[in-house]
Nanobody, 129 residues
């Protein structure tokens, strides 16, 4: 069974940092691009970041650009989302999702839900003083 498991969420003060992890089980991430999504209370889920199969290409929503960094370690079957200078509006449930052998252009645009077919259950991030 293909599964993704997110971890690393929690409660952090504004201006703080968190690093989310997304670990794959039942498959290897070598041929998968990864999208990070978040869902704030009362809002629709939105794409936050995309990282390509090799990690060479990544893309970020304007709201997180310059503060969030997506990386991957295929040897550990893990993708990370480093989140810095966190703001209250970053609060939400964060999800990682995977798509197998996507086209080269997958990360030229922000991820959309219909592109990804393996999903984690999410991890809660709360930014509050």
């Amino acid at each position: 069974q293909l599964q993704l498991v997110e971890s690393g969420g929690g409660l952090v003060q504004p201006g703080g940092s968190l690093r989310l992890s997304c670990v794959a089980s039942g498959f290897t991430l070598d041929d998968y691009a990864i999208g990070w999504f978040r869902q704030a209370p009362g809002k629709e889920r939105e794409g936050v970041s995309c990282i390509s199969v090799t990690g060479i290409m990544s893309n970020y929503a304007d709201s997180v650009k310059g503060r969030f960094i997506a990386t991957r370690d295929n040897a550990k079957n893990t993708v990370y989302l480093e989140m810095n200078s966190l703001k209250s509006k970053d609060t939400g449930v964060y999800y990682c999702a995977a798509v197998w052998k996507p086209g080269m252009r997958i990360c030229l645009v922000l991820p959309t839900e219909d592109q990804y077919h393996v999903w984690g259950k999410g991890t809660q991030v709360t930014v509050s003083s």
